[in-house]
């Protein structure tokens, strides 16, 4: 019988994290001797500590949900799928600015995505016009390929959370001046109404000039704004309708476990977010909910699943609909519950109202390894929709908040 991929002996991991887990300890980042200062406007600073970042549930608010792995889980990775357990997580991510994710309509791809003759990927990495605004992740995904006879395809820009249609081997030059250069980045602020501490934007009903330029002039630099269209080269610009994304590794040429892992997760998200009303399958767009995408490696296939959650604007504006039950979201759900006129449940879309707000920008990105199948119940009840992490120091590697200007990196 030939050697299982994903089966390596323990001791080889424990004796390499701990190689590695010293070395962090002794190779402090820039920012780890900094003294706290106040912070400039539109300055973004890294968060120390993984709470400093992202919350984590508290049981006397959250309920006691959060203290346990899902109950009713039944399914299991393979028995040998052995991963690294011990290494530490958080803070050792390369930061990005932004993230490109081309559909492919496939869940496996060549070793490096960038070497598949034809792609965007390869006509992305190795062309001559680079992005002007920091580094560019960029990942293959399972995303559909649009049903039209010529070669363009879609893709998925973040943080600003726009699908754009028609993009060709060649009109990646123009993808990237006039909608990854353009679009807001990683570490662009993110101003919102409830945070008095940063400059506020001139309200949009506003006819004073004057007062407009004011504001302009004390308010951090905004990114520019993404067209809706390039004529000369087709692309076209579109909001992503979903108000969270889910992102798994699922690359078995980089590595079996991922391919392993990310069908059985997914077909667990969807268990848990189907009643809820919030599942999205890959041809649903209807607004709001959660859209699951396979992308192509992302690093880190030693503590896999690596899970990346990005969350819009439009779901940490209003935190209190979320927090301050004793049940967390599921309290508010409660609320929604009716019956028809045979005394039947009606399940309702709680995503009505995202139809009207708009999604906006992703907010957050909170990137999770090392997910199991048992884990998928409360990174939905408390990740997804609240921004909490459940298990920072065993899960967390790394991600960014735009509302606090903090990063991990």
Request: aromatic share 6%; with cysteine; hydrophobic share 30%.
């Given at each position: 019988?030939?050697?299982?991929?994903?089966?390596?002996?323990?001791?080889?991991?424990?004796?390499?994290?701990?190689?590695?887990?010293?070395?962090?300890?002794?190779?402090?980042?820039?920012?780890?001797?900094?003294l706290a200062t106040q912070k400039n406007p539109g300055?973004?600073?890294?968060?120390?500590?993984?709470?400093?970042?992202?919350?984590?549930?508290?049981?006397t608010v959250d309920g006691d949900e959060c203290l346990h792995d899902c109950a009713s889980c039944t399914i299991k990775y393979p028995r040998k799928f052995t991963i690294d357990e011990d290494e530490e997580l958080?803070?050792?991510?390369?930061?990005?600015?932004?993230?490109?994710?081309?559909?492919?309509?496939?869940t496996d791809w060549v070793r490096n995505v960038a070497d598949e003759k034809g792609s965007i990927m390869e006509a992305v990495d190795k062309g001559d016009v680079k992005p002007s605004n920091g580094r560019l992740m960029l990942?293959?995904?399972?995303?559909?390929?649009?049903?039209?006879?010529?070669?363009?395809?879609?893709?998925?820009?973040?943080?600003?959370?726009?699908?754009?249609?028609?993009?060709?081997?060649?009109?990646?030059?123009?993808?990237?001046?006039?909608?990854?250069?353009?679009?807001p980045t990683n570490t662009s602020p993110l101003v919102a109404a409830s945070q008095p501490d940063l400059p506020s934007s001139p309200s949009p009903l506003s006819t004073d000039a004057s007062a407009q330029a004011s504001a302009s002039e004390t308010s951090s630099p905004a990114a520019p704004a993404i067209p809706p269209t390039i004529p000369s080269s087709?692309?076209?610009?579109?909001?992503?309708?979903?108000?969270?994304?889910?992102l798994m590794c699922s690359q078995k040429t980089r590595d079996a476990r991922c391919g392993q892992s990310a069908p059985l997760l997914r077909k667990e998200?969807?268990?848990?977010?189907?009643?809820?009303?919030?599942?999205?399958?890959?041809?649903?767009?209807?607004?709001?909910?959660?859209?699951?995408?396979?992308?192509?490696?992302?690093?880190?296939?030693?503590?896999?699943?690596?899970?990346?959650?990005?969350?819009?604007?439009?779901?940490?504006?209003?935190?209190?609909?979320?927090?301050?039950?004793?049940?967390g979201i599921e309290e508010s759900l409660?609320?929604?519950?009716?019956?028809?006129?045979?005394g039947q449940e009606v399940v309702l879309d709680v995503n009505k109202a995202q139809e009207e707000e708009g999604n906006g920008e992703a907010a957050q990105c909170i990137w999770l390894a090392r997910v199991k199948p048992e884990d998928c119940e409360n990174i939905v009840r408390y990740t997804v929709?609240?921004?909490?992490?459940?298990?920072?120091?065993?899960?967390?590697?790394?991600?960014?908040?735009?509302?606090?200007?903090?990063?991990?990196?």
């Amino acid at each position: 019988m030939g050697k299982d991929p994903t089966h390596k002996p323990i001791n080889a991991y424990k004796m390499t994290a701990a190689l590695k887990n010293i070395y962090y300890r002794l190779t402090p980042t820039s920012s780890s001797f900094s003294l706290a200062t106040q912070k400039n406007p539109g300055e973004f600073t890294k968060a120390r500590t993984t709470d400093a970042l992202f919350p984590n549930p508290d049981p006397t608010v959250d309920g006691d949900e959060c203290l346990h792995d899902c109950a009713s889980c039944t399914i299991k990775y393979p028995r040998k799928f052995t991963i690294d357990e011990d290494e530490e997580l958080y803070g050792h991510v390369k930061g990005w600015s932004t993230h490109l994710i081309v559909a492919t309509g496939k869940t496996d791809w060549v070793r490096n995505v960038a070497d598949e003759k034809g792609s965007i990927m390869e006509a992305v990495d190795k062309g001559d016009v680079k992005p002007s605004n920091g580094r560019l992740m960029l990942s293959a995904s399972d995303i559909p390929v649009p049903e039209h006879s010529d070669d363009s395809t879609t893709v998925l820009l973040l943080p600003s959370f726009q699908f754009i249609d028609n993009v060709t081997p060649a009109n990646t030059p123009d993808l990237i001046r006039n909608f990854v250069d353009k679009g807001p980045t990683n570490t662009s602020p993110l101003v919102a109404a409830s945070q008095p501490d940063l400059p506020s934007s001139p309200s949009p009903l506003s006819t004073d000039a004057s007062a407009q330029a004011s504001a302009s002039e004390t308010s951090s630099p905004a990114a520019p704004a993404i067209p809706p269209t390039i004529p000369s080269s087709g692309l076209k610009a579109r909001p992503c309708p979903h108000k969270y994304l889910i992102l798994m590794c699922s690359q078995k040429t980089r590595d079996a476990r991922c391919g392993q892992s990310a069908p059985l997760l997914r077909k667990e998200f969807e268990r848990h977010l189907a009643p809820l009303g919030l599942y999205r399958d890959l041809h649903d767009e209807r607004p709001g909910g959660v859209g699951i995408y396979f992308i192509s490696h992302v690093g880190g296939h030693k503590f896999s699943a690596n899970v990346m959650i990005y969350r819009s604007s439009s779901a940490i504006e209003r935190p209190k609909q979320l927090n301050g039950h004793s049940n967390g979201i599921e309290e508010s759900l409660e609320k929604l519950k009716v019956e028809d006129d045979k005394g039947q449940e009606v399940v309702l879309d709680v995503n009505k109202a995202q139809e009207e707000e708009g999604n906006g920008e992703a907010a957050q990105c909170i990137w999770l390894a090392r997910v199991k199948p048992e884990d998928c119940e409360n990174i939905v009840r408390y990740t997804v929709l609240q921004g909490k992490v459940v298990k920072p120091q065993r899960q967390l590697r790394g991600g960014f908040d735009r509302s606090k200007q903090l990063v991990s990196w």
